[in-house]
């Protein structure tokens, strides 16, 4: 995987990390955690094998360890894959797969430090199914591997901070 070596294996027994507290619920909102959700709220706890899920009148907003900021639109859900951020002890990573809905994404410390730890995974799409996906409106955005695709909404605000903003009917 993509954090592999730097995030270590760990004990089947051992609870898996905090990575985020969510800062903003709103609407029907939840954090699945080993296949049961739970209402969100301010302040929650959210651990690096959680799943972020919004109903259709939920907004949600979680802030990750290394201060990577999630915000969920309605009916989403994103799944924390593998979480990682121990700078001191070289093991940082983060993989976060998009299930459906609407997502912005803005980098944090990770993204800064060791960019290519970083991982957004969504569906898979048939190279030549992208342009008519993307002309329906049911993607935002390809990360520019057809000719066709200029602006891939991609946006720069700092030197080393990306905001990316993902929509998956």
């Not at 093991?91 to 957004?120: D, F």
Request: proline letters at 5%; a positive charge.
């Amino acid at each position: 995987g993509l954090v592999r070596g730097v995030v270590t294996a760990v004990d089947a027994q051992t609870p898996p990390a905090s990575a985020a507290r969510v800062k903003t619920a709103m609407g029907s909102t939840s954090i699945v955690r080993g296949g049961q959700p739970v209402a969100a709220s301010v302040g929650m706890e959210v651990l690096a094998s959680d799943v972020l899920r919004t109903g259709s009148d939920g907004r949600l907003a979680v802030t990750l360890k290394d201060d990577t900021r999630l915000s969920l639109g309605p009916d989403t859900e994103v799944s924390l894959q593998q979480f990682a951020f121990a700078p001191a002890e070289g093991r940082m990573g983060m993989v976060l797969r998009m299930v459906k809905g609407a997502l912005s994404y803005i980098s944090g410390r990770i993204a800064r430090l060791n960019p290519s730890n970083v991982r957004i995974e969504t569906r898979p799409l048939p190279r030549d199914q992208v342009t008519e996906a993307l002309d329906a409106g049911r993607i935002d955005l390809a990360f520019g591997f057809l000719p066709s695709v200029k602006d891939t909404q991609r946006v720069k605000l700092l030197d080393d901070v990306v905001e990316l903003r993902l929509r998956i009917a």
